[in-house]
């Protein structure tokens, strides 16, 4: 029997939420809680549910993991040929031995390149005449998933190509996640109150997966080229290929910066290892290892390749570094959302490139799991995360006398006892309303830049003005006079004119941004959008029940059930409604929307297009009430073809009997 949509959207989360835990202790935890057997049956129950409900698939699914990272969300694409992996080594001999076996094999010492190995996802990308054809992920090595409209995304990828390049060629590489961009993002999750992002190779392959590009271009992924194969392409070396791929536009290695190397010898090559086992702390992405290949293309070819990976090429891995302290203490966080999360403070060591004073601890399970006492001698590592973990204690050199660590019972900042919902990993101080902490911190998100952007206020301002009881609330901020903020300390005439102004200016942010900054757990930015979208006022929104929100696009019961809590609780309505009788704009307005004739309409658009661009393309869409889709499905009202269109695409939209038109009937569609 086929459950109904509610209860399978319900199960899916329950069940996703269970195996991605489950894949985390497994994989990041090293614990295995449950039998395999049990594992699969559980995968088996998503996958059959995923068959039925296919629109209600997460994003980020852990059936997406099985077998490769084949999922059944993007067309499938063969590749020309295999995307094969490389073999490892460990060691100097390891290498002397593939030198040695390759060198044998040629019949004399051959010239080979060292260069990185970027730790990211493996891409395979078509150009023909210059343009972006499509990008394939690895897959099961033979077929690979059509991600082209995230690929696109991706600023460091060409879409047109400028100087001699061949006519038809394809180019493989790798994309990864800037660490930068990742520490944002998470920093963004933690204020959110989402869980954060284990490592920055599993999220760029998450968000390579996710189904809006418009979420994959706000992440910033970033890439570098290593492979150029085609026929004819008279380019007789790997490097002449990678410095050719470069001249045409692609990002490839510096040879200043001595991310790749023509070496002649071992030696040179374990220089350029050890270099770059020390220097990979310095580079703003993360490397896993060294990768050496023969130079020469005939060679290569003579070489050729095993089952699994070629005779020419060989990945060096790092070891991850690990060290042993004292854990000192463990001190306690209150976020925003009234999270609570345990910190190892510990006696600095230093660490890959960095000292290191703190790890983190998730929460009290790991606390648990570890079991630890303080004073406990403790491994640390830094391995894909960036926040070094604790993997182990040293249990021999506990002293007698140690005391174990117990998860705290009340706030550490309003002294609230703390509760922990079922099925939830993290503690929360219930206090929501009065702990300081959780109401400086929603206060802070909401003048923050992606929220109200309140020019001339920081954090520190926020701190001060709670200080001074002027502020309880984000409203309050809008009562604030000339004559409060004078007698403050560091407020002089200037900062008070800077502060007043950007509050005033703060009343013309769009609705969407509003919902976002009045800090609805689990309302992220993205998410906000979707529901001011689709609601287009607060008062719309906040009339909603859990039925009519699960109905969103992406709304799951998690959100819905927070949206819920929010607008039953007094002081909230009477926060939006002060919100309100202060002028913030609580709704879509009305010239936003040119026209409704897309209304319910999900548009694809592909190609190159004359008179718009794609985003101008995608904003009409949306301006005339539809919605952007990011590859053709079933689910597709409309594709709007442009030109040098990828040849799956179109057949896929064939097949699947999509209306097609030109940009300029299009156009004249909307009018
Ligand atoms: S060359 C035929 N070069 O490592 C093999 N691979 O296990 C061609 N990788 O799947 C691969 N950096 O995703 C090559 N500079 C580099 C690389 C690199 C990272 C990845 C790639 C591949 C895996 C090999």
Redo the contacts with the bound molecule.
Sequence with gaps: MMMDVSNAKKRILELSQELNELNHKYYILNVSEVSDYEFDMKLKELQDLETQFPDLALAHSPTKRVGGDITDKFPKVRHNSR????S?SYNKEEIEEFIERANKLAGRELEYVC????????ISIIYENGTFVRAVT?GDGEVGEDISANVKTIKSIPLSLSGDFPELFEI?G?IFFPLHKFQALNASRKAQGEPEFANPRNTASGTLKMQDSSVVAERELDS?L??LLGDNLNIPTHSERIEKAGSWGFKVPSEIRNMIRKCGSVEQIMEFIEYWDKARHQLPFE?DGI?I?VNSIQDQEELG?TAK??RW?V?YKFKAEQVFTRLNEVTYQVGRTGAVTPVANLEPVLLAGTTVKRASLHNSDQIEKLGLYLGDTVFVEKGGEIIPKIVGVDVSRRANSAVKVEFITACPDCDTPLERLEGEAQHFCPNRYECPTQVKGRIEHFISRKAMNIDGMGNETVEQLFEAGLIQNAADLYTLKEEDLLPLERMAQKSVDNLLQGIEASKQVPFERVLFAIGIRYVGETVAKKLARHFKSMSNLLKADQEALILVDEIGERIAQSIIEFKSVPSNQELVDALAAHGLIMEIEEQELASNVLEGKTVVVSGTFNTVSRNELKALIEANGGKVGSSVSSKTSILVRGENMGPSKLKKAEDLGIKMLSEEDFLSMIG
């Design positions: 995307m094969l992996s490389l490892n260069e990185l190995k970027y730790d990211g996802v493996a690895r493989r790798e570098y290593y492979f490397i990768v290949k390749f990976s070629p090429a990945a």
